[in-house]
């Protein structure tokens, strides 16, 4: 079936492989597909082969680049924390997808670190900067000083931790340290 102009479409919907079409606003390319990352309408470009999605204004809640997200740390594995989004910042206004993210290594502090579960552990809450949007798949930044880890949790007990300084967090029940990438606006 080939899309036309005027079709409504929805995230993660095929627009055109992308040797005949460039991805334009709303549309993203996913390994030699151009796909839909908007909920609207078509927007065929024949002279610049371009394909876009334009969505209707006061549509649903959805991310874009640069914007501020709250998430929890559901998996830390090798190069890549897995993070579930349920809010974005400064709106109270559901989220229209079920976004997960990944956070790479290279992307948690201005500085090298060893490895991730010296910034992040599963449980934990955090603010970040969206950095890149893939349909409901984002990737993170968490390297200003405001982001990283808001609320930490214990990884023998449970407990919410208190922050010690940018890269500690402190166990009141077990009396012990762990490291995270501590954002400066860490719930207390
Ligand atoms: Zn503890």
Redo the contacts with the bound molecule.
């Keep these: 079936m080939k899309i036309e102009s005027g079709d409504f479409v929805m995230p993660g919907d095929f627009l055109s492989v992308s040797e005949k079409f460039l991805p334009g606003q709303g549309a993203y390319e996913d390994y030699g597909s151009v796909k839909s990352g908007v909920p609207g309408n078509v927007l065929v470009d024949e002279e610049e082969k371009e394909i876009s999605v334009i969505s209707k204004s006061g549509g649903p809640n959805l991310l874009k680049v640069g914007d501020i997200v709250y998430g929890e740390i559901k998996d830390v594995r090798g190069q890549r924390a897995l993070v579930s989004i349920y809010a974005k910042k400064g709106t109270n206004r559901e989220l229209a997808l079920p976004y997960m993210a990944a956070i790479h290594i290279s992307q948690v502090t201005p500085s090298y670190i060893d490895k991730l579960t010296d910034a992040f552990r599963i449980g934990d809450l955090i603010e970040a900067k969206v950095v890149k949007i893939m349909g409901d798949n984002l990737d993170l930044n968490t390297e200003d000083i405001g982001l990283g880890v808001v609320k930490a949790m ?1 990884t ?4 919410f ?1 208190d922050p010690c300084n940018e890269s500690e967090v402190y ?1 009141p ?2 009396d ?1 340290k762990e490291k995270r990438k501590v954002s400066k606006n860490y719930d207390y």
């Design positions: 214990c023998r007990c449970r407990t931790m166990c029940v077990c012990r």
